[in-house]
Each structure stands twice: as structure tokens, then as C-alpha cells.
């Protein structure tokens, strides 16, 4: 098995931290249950990234469990076979540089409308704030290589959306880094659900692309203190 470089070693422990204490959020705010949904971070520097390990529970998700792997899906440190969602968020990292973070998840309301393999409308500002337009549908695809990957990657690539719902399977987010994308499957889940209530009133009412353009335009560059948001 290869070994992660010296000059890197702080670096992989310090996300392996990080990864694990994000994972927390994800039941936090239930976006999963039982063991589905994985966080992953991109090493910076190396084709590696640092993701969960499969079906384990999110309680035992220490530093120490967390495994590493490089962008072809192959095991380079950890005790325990990593995520099966691997081989998409490594495709993701190979083929979107500026990806630094991926997530997936079951949550209710955002996998909902991808068994529907309907986008959510950009009918809300938060809509346009976060992910600058709808948010769309991608392919489906079975579980166990680079498929999915593919299908968000073809996807996004078309869209300034950080979400996907992946037909008739969930939402993966992307970002600049794991919390990053943590925080678009958390928005992600709460814009779905908000437009799946406003449905039951009726159908509700976009926003003009001009519209959608300034709040995204604000919204990246202007909200906030500095870089967050």
C-alpha cells in the first residue's frame, strides 16, 4: 500500500479531525440515518482525499477511523475498507480542481425530488443565493464505481449549482472545502423541503433570471465577513 509523504503527514491528520467532526453534522441536522451519507475532503497538494470508512456508525467516526484514498478509489492508509461512495467523490476531485470537499447524503425532502428526477425550482432568494439557479437533476447510475461521479460532474459542470440531486438516489453537494459542502447539503435539504410546503398551497413562483443573477453575484462576493458565509 503506498504511504502518504512526509511532508504531508500534519496535513492528513489535521483533515482526518476535520472530516470527523463534520460527519457529526450531518445526523445533527438530519440529513441521514443509520450509517448512510459520507463526507470527504481533498488533500491539498496530492491526488488524495480523506472520506469515512463504509458502514460504520457515525458515533465511532473518530480521527483515527477515518481512511484515505487516492483519486482512482485505491486504499492508501486505514484499517477499514472506505466509503462506497468512494469512486464518485474521487472522480469529482480528479475532474473539478476547485472542488476541496464532497458530500452525500438520504436526506428527506432533497431525495424526494430526485425520485421524482425533478430540479428544485429557483423560486426562493436563498435558492438563488446558494446555488445561483435551479437545482438540477442528474443521471442515474448504480453504486460501485466511478458512474455517479460522472453523472455530478457532467451535471455541475453545466450549472453554478453546488447541489445535485442524483436520480433516485440523493443530493451530493460540492464546495471549496468539507465544510463547504456540508453547509450546501444543509441548505440543500432546507430549500427542498420549503418548496415542497409552498407546493401544497399551490405552485409557486419563480424568480427572473436578473433577478437570480444579483442575488448570487451579492451573495458570493458581498455577504458576509470575508470569506465566510
Known sequence: MPQIPAELRAVVDEL?????A????????????WTAGNVSARVPGADLLVIKPSGVSYDELTPEAMVVCDFDANLVEGTRSPSSDTAAHAYVYKHMPSVGGVVHT????ATAWAARREPIPCVLTMI???FGGE???????????????????ETLRASRSRAVLMANHGPFTIGTDARDAVKAAV????VARTVHLSRQLGEPVPLAQADIDRLFDRYQNVYGQGSAK
Open 16 to 20: 482526518k479531525s476535520t472530516v470527523a
Open 22 to 33: 463534520l460527519h457529526a453534522e450531518l445526523p445533527r441536522n438530519g440529513l441521514v440515518v
Open 106 to 109: 438520504h436526506s428527506d425532502y
Open 128 to 130: 438563488a443565493d446558494e
Open 135 to 153: 437545482i438540477p437533476v442528474g443521471p442515474f447510475a448504480l453504486i460501485g464505481d466511478d458512474s455517479i461521479g460522472r453523472g455530478i460532474v
Open 187 to 190: 441548505m440543500v435539504e432546507d
